[in-house]
C-alpha cells in the first residue's frame, strides 16, 4: 500500500484541480481564424514574440493530450515536449511564486507527465480523471478516480505548500479513499472543500511525511507547466503539464 501511495502521491505532485468531468481540448481552430496555424504562421514571419508563445502552448498541449494514457513512451513523449518547454520559458521566464499565486490557485486537470509509476497503482488509476485543486491557504487536494474489483474509488489526497523564493516546498498529509466516482455528480472544488472540511467518509491513511519540491514553471488562465519531485528520487525531477478545469471558486478564487 505504501508503494502504491507513494507512486500515486509523485504522479499527481502538483497543486490544482476541477470539474471532475472528463476533459475535452475541442476542435481545433479554422485555418484562417485569428487562433489557427495560418495567423500563427503570419505572427511567426513577422517576428511577434506572442504568436510563437501561443503556437507553443498548443503544441506542448497536443502533445500531452496525444499520450495521455500511454506509459510505454515516456522517454520519447518528454524528449519531444522539453525543447517545446524551453523555449515557452525563454519567452516567458518563471517569475517567483508569489507573484504566480494568484493564477495557480484554482481548478487543474492533469494532461501529461512522465512519473513512472509502479504496475497497481497503473492498473488501478483513471488516467482521464486526475485533477488539483489549490488552495489559497497553503493547501491543496489532489482528486482521481481509480477502478478496483468492487468497484470505481475516488481518492483524496492533501498536500501543504510552502513558499520558497523560486519554488514551493510540499509535504503530503492524509489519503482518504471513498467508495464510487463522486465526479459523476459533484464539482471538484465543492469536494474538495468538503474534504478539507472532513466531511468525507471512507478509509483514511495517516501522512506518510512525503516532501519534495516543484516550480510552477509556466502558468496562465490556460496552462500549466510544473517541474517537480520528491525529495526521496532526487535529483531526478518531472514534467507535468495541467490545464485550467472548467470547475473554479466562486470570484475565481475559494472560499475560506
Known amino acids: 500500500m505504501q508503494r502504491t501511495l507513494l507512486a500515486?502521491?509523485?504522479?499527481?505532485?502538483?497543486?490544482?484541480?476541477?470539474?471532475?468531468?472528463?476533459?475535452t481540448d475541442g476542435p481545433a481552430p479554422p485555418l484562417d481564424s485569428p487562433a489557427g496555424p495560418a495567423a500563427e504562421t503570419a505572427a511567426l514571419a513577422r517576428g511577434d514574440a506572442s504568436g510563437r508563445l501561443e503556437k507553443l502552448k498548443r503544441d506542448i498541449r497536443r502533445v500531452a493530450q496525444e499520450n495521455r494514457c500511454r506509459r510505454d513512451n515516456l522517454p520519447e513523449v518528454r524528449a519531444e515536449l522539453q525543447p517545446l518547454v524551453d523555449e515557452?520559458?525563454?519567452l516567458a521566464p518563471p517569475a517567483p511564486e508569489a507573484d504566480k499565486k494568484a493564477l495557480v490557485v484554482g481548478a487543474w486537470e492533469n494532461l501529461w507527465s512522465d512519473l513512472a509509476y509502479s504496475p497497481d497503482v497503473e492498473a488501478t488509476i483513471d488516467c482521464k480523471n486526475i485533477y488539483q485543486v489549490v488552495s489559497p491557504n497553503g493547501f491543496y487536494w489532489n482528486v482521481?478516480?481509480?477502478?478496483r474489483p468492487e468497484g470505481p474509488v475516488t481518492s483524496f489526497l492533501r498536500g501543504a505548500y510552502a513558499d520558497a523564493g523560486d519554488r514551493?516546498?510540499?509535504?503530503?498529509?492524509?489519503?482518504?479513499f471513498t467508495p464510487g466516482w463522486l465526479g459523476e455528480s459533484e464539482d471538484l472544488i465543492a469536494l474538495a472543500s468538503l474534504a478539507e472540511a472532513g466531511f468525507i467518509e471512507g478509509v483514511t491513511l495517516p501522512p506518510l511525511g512525503i516532501e519534495g519540491d516543484l516550480?510552477?514553471?509556466?502558468?496562465?488562465?490556460?496552462?500549466r507547466i510544473i517541474i517537480g519531485g520528491i525529495d526521496a528520487i532526487a535529483p531526478?525531477?518531472?514534467l507535468f503539464v495541467l490545464k485550467r478545469s472548467?470547475?473554479?471558486?466562486?470570484?475565481g478564487r475559494p472560499s475560506p
Do not use: H, M, W
Open 236 to 238: 531526478r525531477k518531472n
Open 246 to 251: 472548467p470547475s473554479r471558486f466562486d470570484g
Open 8 to 23: 500515486l502521491i509523485t504522479l499527481l505532485i502538483a497543486a490544482a484541480t476541477g470539474c471532475a468531468r472528463e476533459g
Open 215 to 223: 516550480q510552477n514553471a509556466y502558468v496562465d488562465d490556460e496552462l
Open 144 to 147: 482521481s478516480r481509480q477502478e
Open 168 to 176: 514551493l516546498r510540499i509535504r503530503f498529509g492524509q489519503t482518504i
Open 88 to 90: 515557452l520559458l525563454a
